[in-house]
């Protein structure tokens, strides 16, 4: 196994573009996008942080690995 984790930092709260990682692609949620993305990349581990339960529930329900950070 490798030593390696690609955390992918992700929150609903950005100034510019609020719930982006929410947005629908091709009617599936950017997050995943990007998760499926890193785990096919084959280089580590991937994890998501996030200070948001909404984007940890659905990286969960979609079998991803996700922690629940603080939101500071």
Same mark, same amino acid.
């Given at each position: 196994?490798?030593?390696?984790?690609?955390?992918? !930092?992700? @929150?609903?709260?950005?100034? @510019? +573009? !609020?719930?982006? !990682? /929410?947005?629908?692609?091709?009617?599936?949620?950017?997050? /995943?996008?990007?998760?499926?993305?890193?785990?096919?990349?084959?280089?580590?581990?991937? +994890?998501?942080?996030? !200070?948001?339960?909404?984007? /940890?529930? +659905?990286?969960?329900?979609?079998?991803? +690995?996700?922690?629940?950070?603080?939101?500071?």
């Amino acid at each position: 196994m490798s030593n390696i984790v690609i955390i992918i !930092p992700s @929150r609903l709260s950005a100034e @510019r +573009l !609020p719930n982006k !990682p /929410l947005k629908l692609i091709n009617k599936k949620e950017m997050i /995943l996008h990007v998760y499926d993305a890193a785990k096919n990349s084959n280089v580590g581990e991937v +994890l998501v942080a996030t !200070p948001d339960q909404e984007i /940890l529930d +659905l990286v969960q329900k979609n079998n991803g +690995l996700a922690v629940l950070t603080s939101d500071k």
